[in-house]
């Protein structure tokens, strides 16, 4: 059959198969997008729930906080340490110096009062004279109770009492009252989530009034009316989580998603009224690029589909040239090369195999166009042609990939010729009249001539891919040519791969320990297991030369339940010794959490040694969040519900979110030693602010907090600071053998 016929048949099977592949992707493209779109919505809703959640926290935290330090004060009158003959002097004695109060005051239960003012005030008010929410709040303290007032105005500003009783042989005897101006309150509710977003919302009290609302005027004057509607239908609330209530409000003919959470005093409530696509959903980026992906896809084939009937229409030479050559650049493309190199035969030089890539290509179509990358593309195969030589050949190798075949004697005078073909390559820029900086990196192998046989362009071309991703990160022009070191990082992975098995049954991996620091105590109260590789000849294996190859290969299962039967053995050990036992932490990968005899397996190890459960802390990654939650949390439910211990590790590292405490039951979270490392930079700062919030919200949900990468006291008493539970680094201890830890923590 002729080349003609040939290609005639392969483009028509071609189309047809295009044909397939789009109609496929339409099809796929709708579902998907419906999908998605549902996902997104569900991720929404989240989201919100998970930033109100923040709001009502930094709003509790802060009138608790208000109310336990007059509670202090209320103590030490109490106690005596404050004089009630000269009150003003001694409260100020153990009053914070920054404190936020505007006037504070004692009020015997028989409404006589001695009034405190802060420093450089003349603010004095008789009890009958106080505004009445004051007095109602003053009486309720008189009954025993810690209150807050409603909101009131004096002296034309707005403010709130806090009362807490004061207690003389176990009756009440008076209240201590302090009043604040609403404005301390107004700064939480402009302040950023930690996410660093802002969303407008108001704070509004159980008749449905709004107090005060954020900064931004959005929705001109339809805000209360909104909420004034949504408060007389709160019948209609549905509770988007067990905390936070939604209801869609018509209004002039547009509807209102809105969502309340109480904030638990006198009936308010966070109102946030979704209209302005204030909050994007984390999802939401994801879901417009497959959209976009999918479209580019579908259009891709059916530009492909005409491109293909016009060229067999019209011109059929130009169908026969695609068997042979790159149509955009006019040189060989990958087939005809190497046909072409496997005809070559030389009597003198020496081959190299040069594939030549550019850094970033993908920016030069984004910010430039098709057109201009396109051209760059043809240009620089004009330029590697007219450095050819006899004999020499380039191809398009890859999309924005280049390969040559080069001759040479000597390898230095061939790094300067392909240098100096990358220099006029990166020259391209000014000629098209654009500042973007072209750079690129290759890689290269060598074969000696050989007349006998036929070059081994395969294996060239494989050790030529091998020495260019070694280079792949980088920014100027670079050259790494293929050599033994490669070559026996490869067999190295190799031998790993087939000895691991082995290893396990003989022993190889050990058990290492490095300790936990309880910060509030300074004991140790638990361990990290870490796995080191022993051969029998002494020589270690470390972590992060067979970790990788064993999550990517799957074998990391067998390795982590190998780990829970060392950590169980050894307290077993510590029992029978007559010692104490102390929770130890163990790794545990992904993929054993969407093993059914997962569980089972782990059980049966903790029965065999008779462990209780509690002792077996399970640390997971954060990454697993974002594969299928709904299985991850049954796993992670039925492991707590049989005593097990759930960590976090390497919180912060990647993928955080507030919606990992709502997401997953956690016992334990550990933030990443990247926190600690910012210390002393740029970054301090914020860093510092972020492990304060995220340890506090971890409190508010019941879980310990233990940070990674502790080397200096400077950071211990930061992480004191901050009230972190526990500490875990080489200030204490580096991963030590068991046999060290014994005799430093147990014997």
Known sequence: MSNDKKIKKKLLRYTVFMIIVGTVLIVSAVCIVYTSKKAENNSHVAYVNAILGEYKLNFSNKIESDLSTLVSVADMIEQGYISKDDIIKDVFTYFPKNSEFEKIGYYSIEAENKIITLDGSNIKYEFSNSPEKEKQTIRSAWQGNQTVSEVYTEDGKDKICYAVPVYEDGKVDGAITANIYLDKFVDIINANTLDGIKINIAWVNKSGDIIEYSEANILQGKRADIIKKAWSNKESFQFTSPVVKKIDIVLEKDTYPL??????????????????????????????????????????????????????????????????????????????????????????????????????????????????????????ADILKSNLATDELVCRYRSDEFCMLLKSKDKKQLKNRILNIMDNISGISAKLQNEYAIKLYCGVSF????????????????????????????????IAFYDSSVKEKKIFQNEIESSMEQALRNNEFKLFLQPKKNLLNNE???????????????????????????????????LDLYMVDKVCALQRKWLENGKKIIPISVNQSKILFYRKDYIKNLCNITQKYGIDNKYIVLEILEGLVADDIETLNHTIAILREKGFQISMDDFGSGYSSLNTFTSIALDEIKLDKVFLRSIGTEKEQKQKQMMENIISIAKSFGIRTVTEGVETQVQETFLKSISCDYGQGYLYSKPISIDEFEEKYIN
């Not at 294996?459 to 990160?473: S, W």
């Not at 990290?528 to 470390?542: C, H, S, T, Y």
Request: hydrophobic share 45%.
């Open 259 to 380: 969502y309340s959470i109480e904030i638990g005093h006198n009936g308010w409530s966070i109102v946030y009224i979704d209209s302005e696509g204030e909050v994007i959903s984390p999802v939401y980026s994801a879901i417009f690029i497959l959209v976009v992906i999918f479209m580019l896809l579908i259009l891709f084939c059916f530009l492909v589909m005409l491109y293909t009937f016009k060229y067999i229409k019209n011109d059929k030479k130009t169908i026969l040239s695609l068997a042979d050559y790159d149509q955009l650049t006019k040189v060989y493309n990958t087939g005809e090369f190497i046909n072409q190199v496997e005809q070559l035969y030389d009597n003198s030089a020496d081959y190299y195999s040069v594939i030549l890539n550019f850094r970033h290509f993908q920016y030069i179509n984004n910010i430039f166009g098709r057109n201009i990358a396109d051209k760059i593309l043809i240009r620089t």
């Open 447 to 478: 074969r000696k001539a050989d007349k006998q046989k036929k070059l081994p362009i395969a294996d060239m071309l494989n050790e030529a891919e091998f020495a260019l991703k070694t280079i792949k990160q980088g920014y100027d022009n670079n």
């Open 524 to 558: 140790i109260i638990g361990a990290e297991a870490l796995v080191r590789w022993i051969k029998p000849d002494g020589k270690m294996i470390f972590p992060d030369e067979f970790i990788p190859l064993f999550e990517a290969n799957g074998f990391c299962a067998s």
